[in-house]
């Protein structure tokens, strides 16, 4: 159990930095940026707003105020940093994915409006499905996010994926010696050292089965 416990620190301890270095999660709620919205467009009610109107800045705050109040404090951060880190063009575009989502879903008088374009719960299980595919179709159709949307959402999904797949083997690589360690394995260039130091075996036979070690 124990080994296992230090396996998932190794692996993820860089993303829980990149979360702790970052500043605690500062914004408007989303009932200030939706005022923020409707004063833009000059209505009063969120029903009338044309979300398609709404400049780009607002969608991010409105999607990055979404998220929080799905996702408060620190999950906020972490899921910040996987997607590419405050202040990166692929989280803001998320952010604007998300915004624009979600005041689609209000200004259509939608009650669902966390179900559809959200991270909210179910966001690693089922509820994946409606964020990254069928919860783009409520945009008004011919607009941009109505025809491409979904596939800009799908992207953006495997290149997370894969970045968080490449970081993980990089740490393995980077820390085969302390996982050799957890199964109970020595470094073979660790024993061969220890050998050389003991006077167990001479210069030439060291660096002849280094050689060998580091060729296999």
Do not use: C
């Amino acid at each position: 159990m124990k080994r296992w416990l230090l396996i998932g620190v190794v692996l993820f301890s860089p993303l829980l930095g990149m979360a702790a270095d970052e500043e605690g999660h500062e914004g408007l709620s989303v009932e200030a940026v939706l005022q923020e919205i409707m004063a833009s467009q000059g209505v009063e009610r969120i029903q009338d707003v044309d979300p398609d109107r709404v400049a780009p800045e607002l969608l991010e705050e409105l999607g990055d105020a979404v998220m929080e109040e799905a996702h408060p404090g620190e999950a906020h951060e972490i899921m910040d940093a996987m997607m590419g880190g405050e202040g990166s063009e692929s989280l803001a575009v998320i952010h604007r994915a998300m915004g624009y989502r979600y005041l689609v879903a209000l200004v259509n008088g939608r009650e669902d409006v966390w179900g559809w374009g959200m991270m909210g719960p179910g966001m690693m299980g089922a509820g994946m499905g409606p964020w990254m595919m069928y919860g783009w179709a409520g945009g008004q159709p011919g607009t941009f996010w109505y025809r491409y949307g979904g596939i800009i959402m799908m992207i953006f999904g495997f290149l997370i994926l894969a970045g968080i797949i490449a970081a993980l083997i990089v740490l393995v690589q980077q820390n085969r010696g302390i996982f050799r360690s957890l199964g109970g394995q020595e470094d073979p260039l660790s024993v061969l050292k220890a050998r050389l130091a003991r006077g167990e075996i001479t210069e030439e036979e060291y660096e002849r089965l280094k050689s060998r070690i580091l060729s296999s």
